[in-house]
């Protein structure tokens, strides 16, 4: 079983920066890959970022590109999210995700799921 948590959410003015963080409890984590997915109030939840499991390939969405990176640091089994020049539109609860095998953008091949942190994006 794979427990994730989420931290770094909070409120931030636009164009501001967060850097969200995902700890998870698992000793092969190495072996998954990861993204960060956001819902925002009365939408979907929708994909954000991706990367695999050592961290080579990155994937993102076309709203967050050039804003947003994903990494992940294998020794201390946590994902991160850079969020730099942050929009109102990036308002939304994000959370953690973790799969096995290749990274990708569907939100329905990951197994694992995290509480998610609520990010705010004041104008």
């Known amino acids: 079983q794979v427990q994730l948590v989420e931290s770094g959410g909070g409120l931030v003015q636009a164009g501001g920066s967060l850097r969200l963080s995902c700890a998870a409890s698992v000793r092969t984590f190495s072996s998954y890959a990861m993204g960060w997915f956001r819902q925002a109030p009365g939408k979907e939840r929708e994909f954000v970022a991706a990367?695999?499991?050592?961290?080579?390939?990155?994937y993102y969405a076309d709203s967050v590109k050039g804003r947003f990176t994903i990494s992940r640091d294998n020794a201390k089994n946590t994902v991160y999210l850079q969020m730099n020049s942050l929009k109102p539109d990036d308002t939304a609860v994000y959370y953690c995700?973790?799969?096995?095998?290749?990274?990708?953008?569907?939100?329905?091949?990951?197994?694992?799921w995290g509480q998610g942190t609520q990010v705010t994006v004041s104008s």
């Open positions: 995700a973790g799969k096995q095998r290749a990274a990708n953008r569907k939100l329905y091949e990951y197994d694992y």
């Open positions: 990367i695999n499991w050592i961290g080579i390939s990155t």
